[in-house]
Protein backbone atom coordinates (compact mmCIF):
# COMPACT_ATOMS: atom_id res chain seq x y z
CA UNK A 1 0.00 0.00 0.00
CA UNK A 2 2.88 2.80 -0.87
CA UNK A 3 2.85 5.98 -3.52
CA UNK A 4 6.30 6.44 -4.38
CA UNK A 5 6.57 9.25 -6.79
CA UNK A 6 9.59 10.44 -8.46
CA UNK A 7 10.60 14.04 -9.90
CA UNK A 8 13.96 16.04 -10.41
CA UNK A 9 14.59 19.68 -10.21
CA UNK A 10 16.57 19.99 -13.18
CA UNK A 11 17.66 18.47 -16.35
CA UNK A 12 17.64 14.67 -17.12
CA UNK A 13 19.44 12.65 -14.77
CA UNK A 14 17.06 9.18 -15.55
CA UNK A 15 13.34 9.88 -13.65
CA UNK A 16 12.18 7.07 -16.17
CA UNK A 17 14.45 4.73 -16.23
CA UNK A 18 15.07 4.93 -12.31
CA UNK A 19 11.09 4.38 -11.83
CA UNK A 20 10.79 2.17 -13.93
CA UNK A 21 13.72 0.27 -12.42
CA UNK A 22 12.68 1.07 -8.79
CA UNK A 23 9.13 -0.83 -10.07
CA UNK A 24 10.92 -3.61 -11.76
CA UNK A 25 13.23 -4.31 -8.33
CA UNK A 26 10.56 -3.57 -6.03
CA UNK A 27 10.69 -6.13 -2.95
CA UNK A 28 8.40 -9.11 -3.05
CA UNK A 29 4.90 -9.31 -1.94
CA UNK A 30 3.47 -5.93 -3.57
CA UNK A 31 2.49 -5.71 -7.27
CA UNK A 32 3.82 -2.35 -9.03
CA UNK A 33 2.21 0.02 -11.64
CA UNK A 34 4.64 2.97 -12.94
CA UNK A 35 2.23 5.94 -14.17
CA UNK A 36 3.71 8.45 -16.51
CA UNK A 37 2.56 11.98 -15.20
CA UNK A 38 5.29 13.97 -16.72
CA UNK A 39 4.16 17.57 -17.93
CA UNK A 40 6.95 17.79 -20.19
CA UNK A 41 5.60 14.61 -22.27
CA UNK A 42 5.97 10.90 -21.53
CA UNK A 43 8.88 8.49 -23.28
CA UNK A 44 7.40 5.15 -22.64
CA UNK A 45 4.96 5.25 -25.74
CA UNK A 46 8.39 5.48 -27.84
CA UNK A 47 10.66 3.12 -25.95
CA UNK A 48 8.51 0.74 -25.89
CA UNK A 49 5.65 0.90 -29.17
CA UNK A 50 2.82 0.87 -26.81
CA UNK A 51 -0.78 1.87 -28.25
CA UNK A 52 -1.49 5.45 -27.54
CA UNK A 53 -4.59 3.92 -25.77
CA UNK A 54 -5.09 3.07 -23.03
CA UNK A 55 -3.05 5.34 -20.81
CA UNK A 56 -3.34 8.65 -18.59
CA UNK A 57 -5.51 10.29 -21.34
CA UNK A 58 -7.76 7.47 -20.56
CA UNK A 59 -7.25 7.34 -17.12
CA UNK A 60 -7.63 11.34 -16.75
CA UNK A 61 -11.12 10.97 -19.08
CA UNK A 62 -12.46 7.91 -16.88
CA UNK A 63 -11.66 10.29 -13.52
CA UNK A 64 -14.54 12.26 -14.21
CA UNK A 65 -17.00 9.40 -14.00
CA UNK A 66 -15.38 8.45 -10.36
CA UNK A 67 -11.75 7.63 -9.15
CA UNK A 68 -12.47 3.98 -7.72
CA UNK A 69 -9.24 2.19 -6.81
CA UNK A 70 -9.35 -0.55 -9.06
CA UNK A 71 -8.97 2.50 -12.23
CA UNK A 72 -5.55 2.63 -12.44
CA UNK A 73 -5.30 -0.61 -13.25
CA UNK A 74 -8.00 -0.60 -15.90
CA UNK A 75 -5.77 1.52 -18.42
CA UNK A 76 -2.50 0.04 -17.79
CA UNK A 77 -0.32 -1.74 -20.41
CA UNK A 78 2.31 -4.21 -19.96
CA UNK A 79 6.05 -3.65 -20.85
CA UNK A 80 8.35 -7.06 -22.45
CA UNK A 81 8.88 -8.27 -18.64
CA UNK A 82 5.54 -7.86 -17.91
CA UNK A 83 5.66 -5.00 -15.67
CA UNK A 84 2.25 -2.92 -15.81
CA UNK A 85 2.29 0.59 -17.39
CA UNK A 86 0.31 3.94 -17.52
CA UNK A 87 2.34 5.82 -20.69
CA UNK A 88 1.51 9.56 -21.04
CA UNK A 89 1.23 11.31 -24.06
CA UNK A 90 4.40 12.48 -25.68
CA UNK A 91 3.23 15.72 -26.44
CA UNK A 92 3.58 18.27 -23.58
CA UNK A 93 0.46 20.24 -24.08
CA UNK A 94 -1.82 16.80 -23.83
CA UNK A 95 -0.15 15.25 -20.83
CA UNK A 96 -0.44 18.78 -19.49
CA UNK A 97 -3.99 18.74 -20.12
CA UNK A 98 -4.31 14.90 -18.57
CA UNK A 99 -2.45 15.41 -15.23
CA UNK A 100 -4.73 18.68 -14.48
CA UNK A 101 -7.90 16.55 -15.07
CA UNK A 102 -6.01 13.90 -13.24
CA UNK A 103 -5.02 16.02 -10.17
CA UNK A 104 -8.31 18.14 -10.31
CA UNK A 105 -9.07 16.67 -7.14
CA UNK A 106 -5.65 16.16 -5.74
CA UNK A 107 -4.22 13.33 -6.65
CA UNK A 108 -7.58 10.46 -5.18
CA UNK A 109 -7.09 8.46 -8.38
CA UNK A 110 -3.49 7.56 -7.57
CA UNK A 111 -3.71 7.61 -3.91
CA UNK A 112 -6.77 4.98 -3.77
CA UNK A 113 -4.89 3.04 -5.95
CA UNK A 114 -1.79 2.35 -3.79
CA UNK A 115 -4.06 2.05 -0.90
CA UNK A 116 -4.93 -1.45 -2.29
CA UNK A 117 -3.52 -3.95 0.28
CA UNK A 118 -0.18 -5.61 -1.94
CA UNK A 119 -0.13 -2.26 -4.42
CA UNK A 120 2.78 -0.12 -5.22
CA UNK A 121 2.14 2.94 -7.26
CA UNK A 122 5.08 4.89 -8.35
CA UNK A 123 4.56 7.96 -10.39
CA UNK A 124 6.86 9.24 -12.71
CA UNK A 125 7.00 13.01 -12.31
CA UNK A 126 9.82 14.34 -14.20
CA UNK A 127 11.46 17.54 -14.09
CA UNK A 128 8.56 19.39 -11.74
CA UNK A 129 8.45 23.06 -10.72
CA UNK A 130 6.85 25.60 -8.52
CA UNK A 131 3.57 25.46 -10.59
CA UNK A 132 3.59 21.88 -11.46
CA UNK A 133 0.68 19.82 -11.73
CA UNK A 134 2.27 17.21 -10.37
CA UNK A 135 2.31 18.92 -7.20
CA UNK A 136 -0.54 17.41 -5.35
CA UNK A 137 1.17 14.18 -6.49
CA UNK A 138 3.98 14.75 -4.42
CA UNK A 139 1.77 15.81 -1.33
CA UNK A 140 0.02 12.22 -1.86
CA UNK A 141 3.08 10.81 -1.96
CA UNK A 142 4.63 8.03 0.66
CA UNK A 143 8.02 8.49 -0.29
CA UNK A 144 9.14 11.20 -2.83
CA UNK A 145 12.51 10.44 -4.44
CA UNK A 146 14.46 13.52 -5.79
CA UNK A 147 16.51 12.47 -8.62
CA UNK A 148 20.03 14.97 -8.49
CA UNK A 149 23.28 15.02 -10.38
CA UNK A 150 26.27 15.31 -8.22
CA UNK A 151 27.76 18.60 -9.84
CA UNK A 152 28.22 22.12 -9.42
CA UNK A 153 25.76 22.95 -11.83
CA UNK A 154 22.83 20.36 -10.69
CA UNK A 155 23.31 21.15 -6.91
CA UNK A 156 23.07 24.87 -7.62
CA UNK A 157 19.45 24.10 -8.54
CA UNK A 158 18.79 21.74 -5.74
CA UNK A 159 19.75 24.54 -3.27
CA UNK A 160 17.61 27.24 -5.35
CA UNK A 161 14.74 24.73 -4.44
CA UNK A 162 15.26 23.03 -1.39
CA UNK A 163 12.75 25.47 -0.06
CA UNK A 164 9.90 24.80 -2.54
CA UNK A 165 10.26 20.62 -2.36
CA UNK A 166 10.19 20.90 1.44
CA UNK A 167 6.62 22.39 0.84
CA UNK A 168 5.70 19.67 -1.79
CA UNK A 169 6.95 16.92 0.53
CA UNK A 170 8.27 16.79 4.20
CA UNK A 171 9.58 13.46 3.31
CA UNK A 172 11.52 13.78 0.02
CA UNK A 173 14.93 12.36 0.75
CA UNK A 174 17.85 12.39 -2.68
CA UNK A 175 19.34 10.41 -4.85
CA UNK A 176 22.44 11.14 -6.84
CA UNK A 177 23.24 9.72 -10.31
CA UNK A 178 26.51 9.56 -11.52
CA UNK A 179 30.02 10.80 -10.34
CA UNK A 180 30.69 13.84 -8.99
CA UNK A 181 31.25 14.99 -5.20
CA UNK A 182 30.79 12.18 -2.79
CA UNK A 183 27.32 11.37 -1.61
CA UNK A 184 28.62 11.92 2.29
CA UNK A 185 29.83 15.53 1.37
CA UNK A 186 26.57 16.29 -0.83
CA UNK A 187 24.30 14.99 2.13
CA UNK A 188 26.14 17.31 5.12
CA UNK A 189 26.81 19.99 3.17
CA UNK A 190 23.62 20.73 2.14
CA UNK A 191 21.59 19.18 4.99
CA UNK A 192 19.88 16.59 3.12
CA UNK A 193 19.31 12.75 2.96
CA UNK A 194 20.98 11.23 0.57
CA UNK A 195 19.02 7.58 0.28
CA UNK A 196 21.11 6.04 -2.07
CA UNK A 197 23.20 6.83 -5.72
CA UNK A 198 22.79 5.41 -9.41
CA UNK A 199 26.01 4.95 -11.03
CA UNK A 200 26.21 6.04 -14.61
CA UNK A 201 25.55 2.58 -16.50
CA UNK A 202 24.56 2.82 -19.87
CA UNK A 203 24.28 -1.13 -20.69
CA UNK A 204 22.02 -1.02 -17.28
CA UNK A 205 20.20 2.02 -19.26
CA UNK A 206 19.47 0.37 -22.30
CA UNK A 207 18.03 -2.88 -20.88
CA UNK A 208 15.73 -1.42 -18.46
CA UNK A 209 14.81 1.37 -21.79
CA UNK A 210 13.49 -1.71 -23.79
CA UNK A 211 16.68 -0.96 -26.53
CA UNK A 212 16.53 -3.50 -29.56
CA UNK A 213 19.41 -5.96 -28.71
CA UNK A 214 19.43 -5.61 -25.23
CA UNK A 215 18.73 -9.02 -23.39
CA UNK A 216 20.27 -9.08 -20.18
CA UNK A 217 18.00 -9.34 -16.84
CA UNK A 218 18.29 -5.89 -15.66
CA UNK A 219 18.74 -7.07 -12.01
CA UNK A 220 22.91 -7.94 -13.38
CA UNK A 221 23.62 -4.83 -13.96
CA UNK A 222 25.39 -1.88 -11.59
CA UNK A 223 22.42 -0.09 -11.92
CA UNK A 224 19.83 -2.75 -11.33
CA UNK A 225 21.40 -3.73 -8.21
CA UNK A 226 21.38 -0.21 -6.79
CA UNK A 227 17.68 0.32 -7.54
CA UNK A 228 17.17 -2.52 -5.57
CA UNK A 229 19.18 -1.31 -2.67
CA UNK A 230 17.15 1.96 -3.39
CA UNK A 231 13.93 0.29 -3.48
CA UNK A 232 14.26 -2.06 -0.13
CA UNK A 233 14.85 1.50 1.27
CA UNK A 234 11.98 3.22 0.15
CA UNK A 235 9.48 0.31 0.89
CA UNK A 236 11.00 0.67 4.09
CA UNK A 237 10.58 4.30 4.71
CA UNK A 238 6.71 3.69 3.02
CA UNK A 239 5.86 1.59 6.05
CA UNK A 240 7.01 3.65 8.72
CA UNK A 241 6.50 6.97 6.71
CA UNK A 242 4.19 8.55 9.90
CA UNK A 243 6.67 7.58 12.45
CA UNK A 244 9.37 9.21 10.14
CA UNK A 245 7.45 12.29 10.01
CA UNK A 246 7.74 12.75 13.71
CA UNK A 247 10.82 12.05 14.55
CA UNK A 248 12.15 14.54 11.71
CA UNK A 249 9.93 17.48 13.30
CA UNK A 250 11.54 16.02 17.15
CA UNK A 251 15.05 16.55 15.03
CA UNK A 252 13.97 19.93 14.16
CA UNK A 253 12.85 21.27 17.29
CA UNK A 254 15.87 19.89 19.07
CA UNK A 255 18.34 21.54 16.65
CA UNK A 256 17.05 24.14 14.28
CA UNK A 257 20.48 24.51 12.71
CA UNK A 258 20.75 20.88 11.18
CA UNK A 259 19.55 21.65 7.86
CA UNK A 260 21.80 24.41 7.17
CA UNK A 261 24.89 23.27 9.01
CA UNK A 262 26.85 22.97 6.16
CA UNK A 263 25.26 26.07 4.63
CA UNK A 264 28.95 28.47 5.00
CA UNK A 265 31.32 25.78 4.02
CA UNK A 266 33.15 26.78 0.12
CA UNK A 267 31.66 23.69 -1.63
CA UNK A 268 28.13 25.20 -0.61
CA UNK A 269 28.67 28.90 -1.74
CA UNK A 270 30.40 27.46 -5.17
CA UNK A 271 26.93 25.79 -5.56
CA UNK A 272 24.64 28.84 -4.06
CA UNK A 273 26.66 31.30 -6.44
CA UNK A 274 25.94 28.75 -9.60
CA UNK A 275 22.48 28.91 -8.94
CA UNK A 276 21.94 33.09 -8.92
Not at 120 to 148: F, K
Not at 157 to 175: I, P, Q
Not at 198 to 214: E, Y
Not at 233 to 259: I, N
Request: proline share 5%; net charge positive.
Amino acid sequence: MTLVALCSLKGSPGVTTAALGLAARWPAGELPVVVECDAAGGDLLARFRLETSPGLVSLAAAVRRGADAGLVWQHTQRLPGGLPVVAGPAGAEQARAALVQLTSAGAAVLRRAADRPGTVVVADCGQVGQSSATQSILQAADVVLLLARSRDDALSHVVANLDAAARWSWHATFVLVGGGYPTSEVASTLGIEVIGRLPDDLHGAAVLGGRPGRRSAPAQSPLGRALARIAALAASRAATTHRWKEGVADLSEADPSTPSAGRNSSLHKSWEGVSR
